[in-house]
């Protein structure tokens, strides 16, 4: 298993959140995508636990997570993840969302769907909601690991151009 391999596309002009997924998922060369909105901070074993949950869970193809608005410098315990496992759509109920600590932009998904479902890639807001929905449209069922693994900052780079 491969964690610290980056491969950096550069987008010239200005793109949607939703085309820059796109465009990553095109040139990825991996099983995993994990999705990272710029303005927020991922725990140092987010992508460890994602990868074992994808192990885990063989026929999960997408996994959402929680955040936290201040740093947790705690370890995880790699052997006992907290999950849920949901066959209904919580992506426009932001009660159920926040019950979670959810939002939409950091999520992670196996390659093998990128070509089998709808990207949003021209509009600049909501398309993150808009790709959640439409995975959970194609396969129905999604994992939530119940573990805050990035701090989430709400707009920071959008709002003030950072």
Known sequence: MILNQRKIIKIINKSSAGNNRYIGSQNSTT???IFQDADDIPHYQRNQIIHQCFKNYPNIVHILHGFSRIKI????????????ILNHNIFTDHTEMA????TNGN???RRS?????????KK???QDVR???NIYKKYGEYLIIRLQLYIYRENLTTRYNI
């Open 73 to 84: 410098n705690k370890k995880f315990d790699i052997n006992n993840i907290p999950i849920k």
């Open 99 to 102: 019950s979670y600590h959810l």
């Open 131 to 133: 790709l959640n929905k």
């Open 107 to 109: 999520i992670a998904i």
């Open 31 to 33: 099983d995993l995508l």
């Open 124 to 126: 600049f807001r909501g």
């Open 113 to 121: 769907i990128i070509n089998n479902i709808e990207w949003d890639i």
